[in-house]
């Protein structure tokens, strides 16, 4: 009888030892999975926002190629007759591209501006921001890209210069 006893204690405890291992086994995996979700989801919003970045970085690009073709197609109608600061929006209309005074929203999604500033130089013939002898051969041209994203505006914005190299 002794020995029943002790093989029915020894029993209990493998089989107690067995359920609290699998407690254990059964916690540790739920902590593995929970952070796996929580990096699968983490770099699906990443992604989403990246796929954002990337398109508004395209559009700046193109905003600026088109501030170039509309330089192209004649300074004085297309670049020169805009008011230095104001902002206007950009439209592929038919075969090219045009300026207009109407908010246009690309994809539904991103606003897409282009300012013109005028251009100072020193003594020296150096572009300077303040002071100066305007040139008017020459233009600040600065494309803006916005888009509401969780509930916040984000844009961003890329600037380079245009010169009269056609003289029209």
């Known amino acids: 009888m002794v020995r029943r006893i002790a093989r029915s204690r020894s029993n209990d405890l493998t089989r107690g030892s067995l359920l609290i291992e699998a407690v254990v086994a059964a916690a540790i995996a739920l902590i593995v ?22 398109q508004a970085a395209f559009l700046e690009e193109e905003g600026l ?10 300074w004085t109608a297309n670049i020169a007759s805009h008011t230095s600061g104001t902002p206007f929006y950009l439209v592929f209309a038919t075969s090219t591209w045009a300026a207009t005074s109407t908010d246009t929203f690309v994809d539904g999604v991103f606003e897409r501006k282009v300012t013109l500033a005028d251009v100072y130089r020193d003594s020296n013939k150096n572009i300077v921001a303040n002071g100066g002898t305007l040139d008017p051969a020459i233009k600040l041209v600065t494309v803006s890209v916005s888009w509401l994203s969780r509930g916040a505006t984000t844009t961003h914005t890329l600037s380079t210069y245009l010169a009269n190299v056609f003289n029209n």
Do not use: C, H, M, P
Request: hydrophobic share 40%; proline share 0%; aromatic share 6%.
């Open 65 to 74: 190629e088109a501030a170039r073709i509309l330089r192209d197609g004649g």
């Open 33 to 54: 999975l929970t952070g796996v979700i929580g990096t699968f989801s983490y770099l699906l919003r990443a992604s989403a926002s990246n796929k954002q970045n990337v």
